[in-house]
């Protein structure tokens, strides 16, 4: 076999082991193409995390298998969450697999295609609470930004949540080791980096004894080259006195904060193992206004989880309509085995979903009515290029995060590069997203 492509679901963390495995691929001297059709080897990386994510990797897997059965394909490899939390299932239900690889493996996966060629059909499932492998990538992202994962795995234990059995406990990479792949990004161009983990705020309480996500940002912002830091995933009750300041002081530090809150409701978030309580977050929220101007807010809500009665999703509704939370990703709750909370007392599925749509709903008039309080500014945008279809360019500002916020569209009588920034103007909006015109400052 010479050309293999590997193709990535789910998150951001997910997707810096498919990066790494590219590196390894092509290190051992195979051709990777995005094509599928054009691969002697299909790579799917899964995801398992929730029953739609299950789904889409079954879908791949099966789409393969049928690339196969016409002679185009002729190996088909499945790692990541699916491949470690079905490893006993999976080689039999679906036949057409050839490998599997765990999480704790990403590092095998050149050993694992060899031995598909020898006819094998290996299932390698290395330690999950192993130290993280310090392997290059090949970036897949861009132009101009890249993710950066600090640790893997998650040791908090929500009771609805299956990645500590299939990612293993909670592991911080060392400081030094993240800030030479930090400084490798941007010696290769990267502008923004994208800090990312299952709980961030957790960072070097395994290795250092102590919280040190605030350090580790403040020597991010020493590398030249970097101009943007977002952090992803920051659990409310890890917002340390020395992070906020961190975040609030820092130029380079991005004034945009994904917090993950799930729900509001006390007992809900108690049932749920969830560190901390709705009315720290109430408390919370505003502060952080206060101490960061202009900050935008970004989290992540489950309808229907355990305990939530129509009394508990109204006071999530009217949280939301009094925090003004600017972004959100809004989940129906999947009941996965071997959780928890798949054996408690929950609203069934079709109630769960509309109840995630009323949310929707009221969060589109929150984005919205944010989208218009910008008309009239101008914000510095990191283009990604043009939008044939719309004649525009492409990029995103502070408060738009990759894959989960949308765009900034914009004109502009000079060209303008992928990877670089430009101030524009917003004077509306397409189809929602907010849009404008570049200005430039003459030179005096």
């Known amino acids: 076999m010479s050309k293999v492509c590997l193709i990535s679901l789910g998150c951001a963390k997910n997707l810096i082991d498919s990066e790494q495995m590219l590196s390894l691929l092509d290190e051992a001297g195979f051709e990777l193409t995005a094509d599928p059709e054009e691969a002697d080897a299909a790579v799917v990386n899964t995801c398992a995390f929730i029953e739609s994510a299950k789904s889409e990797a079954i879908e791949n897997i099966l789409a393969m298998g049928e690339l196969k059965k016409t002679g185009k394909l002729k190996k088909l490899v499945v790692t990541g969450c699916l491949a470690q939390r079905y490893r006993d299932e999976l080689m039999t239900e679906m036949p057409e697999i050839d490998a599997l690889l765990g999480t704790g493996s990403v590092s095998d996966i050149v050993g694992v295609l060899r031995k598909t060629e020898r006819g094998k059909k290996p299932q390698v499932y290395g330690d999950i609470n192993a130290a993280l492998d310090e392997a290059d990538r090949v970036v897949s992202t861009g132009p101009g930004w890249a993710y950066i994962k600090i640790a893997e795995g998650c040791s908090n234990n929500c009771a609805y949540c299956v990645i500590p059995s299939v990612r293993g406990r909670y592991r911080s990479r060392p400081m ?29 309480m395994d290795l250092y004894r102590k919280r040190a996500l605030a350090e580790l940002t403040r020597e991010l912002c020493k590398i030249d080259g970097i101009e943007w830091i977002r952090l992803h995933y920051l659990y409310p009750d890890g917002m340390t006195e020395e992070l906020i300041d961190t975040i609030a002081t820092e130029p380079k530090v991005l004034k945009y904060l994904d917090i993950p809150i799930q729900h509001i409701n006390n007992k809900i978030l108690k049932d749920m193992r ?21 900050v935008v807010l970004r989290t992540s809500l489950i309808t229907g989880l355990p305990g939530e009665g129509q009394a508990e999703f109204e006071e999530l509704c009217d949280f939301l309509r009094e925090a003004k939370i600017e972004r959100a990703g809004v989940f129906p709750f999947s009941p996965e085995e071997g959780t928890p909370a798949f054996d408690m007392d929950h609203v069934n599925t079709e109630e769960a979903v509309a109840r995630a749509e009323i949310i929707r709903e009221l969060q589109a008039g929150i984005m919205e009515a944010y989208n218009e309080s910008r008309v009239g500014t101008v914000t510095r945008v990191l283009c990604e290029g043009f939008d044939e279809d719309v004649g525009l360019y492409v990029g995103r500002s502070f408060a738009e995060s990759p894959d989960v916020d949308g765009y900034i569209f914009f004109g502009s009588d000079r060209e303008c590069l992928p990877g670089e920034f430009y101030d524009v103007a917003i004077r509306g909006d397409l189809d929602g997203d907010p849009a404008g015109e570049a200005v430039f400052r003459e030179e005096s």
């Open 274 to 294: 969830r560190r901390g309580t709705g009315d720290e977050i109430r408390a919370l929220l505003p502060m952080l206004r206060r101490r960061i101007p202009g």
């Open 176 to 204: 030094e080791n993240i800030l030479a792949e930090a400084r490798g990004l941007a010696a290769s161009g990267v502008r923004e980096l994208i800090v990312v983990a299952q709980d961030p705020t957790m960072y070097g």
